[in-house]
């Protein structure tokens, strides 16, 4: 109910782009079915708003057939040439193509060679939509932009991209992250500077290129409303120590503001414990207005607020 960037974002867009439908329990009780028909108003306030607005018990997507795709991980030695010529290249990629990258400690995993573990490099993610030999084409010279250390990339089952979860880890996460306008060398260095003095032992400087399906959404169609954003760059920690809170949140708020570009603008999904202000640039001033009287109508009580909190604006 956030928006959902992930790895088919230019090719489909945001996961609530394709939610057709869904079943709100309301704060008065009630199970509203909602879509376009159907309560159009809460309908708009769950593709963007979070969970303000009620229990969402079922969605009803719009599925695509992604079977075998081009891509997989690709590991290559971090440097803010390679990284800014990364981001040029995905950019100007056919929207077919989405990514992930995170400049991070490699992790001391059996198919990276030994030398490098510990040592900050660039881990990237892609997924190529479409036809599979055009695909291995279009990644082609992201792996000739430095000798790859670990190059997995490919035709694999989609599902493969997404790594399983250790059913014990109880991690915490820090992060901090805004959309910008471009990776180039000098945010890129910016990027690698902070992590060497970060004091985590695995701290991310995570960027998205974003465009395609994305963008061409109108801004009003729904509660998410950066649809022209170009990067979404992110700060991220992820810890057990509790008691280690604060530096970790100080590190990652430091390293965010010394991205100087873009306007400020958040993902809600990315949004950490900031406060209320920083919550309002997750909404430009119109869509913030329209959720808080929707809030009023669904629940002017504010029943829902162990979230990202909206409150309602009555009368």
């Known amino acids: 109910t956030g928006g959902g960037i992930g790895y088919l974002v230019r090719k489909y867009g945001l996961t609530i782009d394709n939610l057709l439908a869904a079943k709100v329990v309301t704060a008065d009780g009630q199970l509203r079915y909602v879509d376009a028909e159907n309560h159009p108003d809460l309908f708009w306030a769950i593709r963007g708003g979070g969970g303000n607005f009620g229990v969402v018990t079922h969605f009803k997507f719009r599925l695509y057939d992604v079977g075998t795709i081009a891509g997989g991980m690709l590991i290559l030695p971090a440097s803010a040439k390679v ?3 990364f981001a040029n290249l995905a950019e ?3 929207e077919e193509l989405s990514t992930i990258v995170y400049n991070m400690p490699a992790p001391p995993m059996p198919f990276v060679p030994e030398k490098y573990h510990g040592k ?3 881990l990237a993610m892609l997924a190529y939509t479409g036809d599979v030999e055009e695909g291995l084409r279009v990644i082609a010279p992201f792996r000739d932009l430095a000798e790859p250390i670990v190059d997995m ?3 694999m089952p989609y599902p493969e991209l997404y790594w399983p979860d250790d059913p014990d880890a109880r991690p915490v996460y820090a992060v901090r992250s805004k959309f910008i306008d471009r990776v180039d060398e000098r945010t890129a260095q910016i990027m690698l500077d902070r992590l060497h003095v970060s004091t985590a032992a695995n701290p991310i400087a995570e960027f998205r290129v974003l465009g395609g399906a994305m963008a061409r959404v ?4 729904t509660a998410f409303a950066h649809r022209s954003s170009r990067v979404m760059a992110s700060f991220i920690v992820q810890y057990e120590n509790r008691e ?4 970790h949140n100080t590190w990652v708020s430091d390293s ?3 991205l100087d570009q873009g306007n400020g603008a958040v993902y809600v999904n990315f949004v950490g414990n900031e406060g209320q202000a ?3 640039d997750a909404y430009p001033a119109a869509t913030w207005e329209r959720l808080a009287a929707i809030k009023a109508k669904y629940d002017p009580t504010n029943l829902f607020h162990r979230n990202h909190n909206i409150k309602p604006i009555i009368g």
């Open 83 to 85: 990284m800014a010529a």
């Open 92 to 94: 100007s990629a056919p």
């Open 120 to 122: 900050i490099v660039t």
């Open 153 to 155: 990339t490919g035709p």
């Open 218 to 221: 109108s801004p009003e169609a």
């Open 244 to 247: 280690e809170a604060a530096i």
């Open 256 to 258: 965010l503001s010394a």
């Open 278 to 280: 920083r919550l309002h």
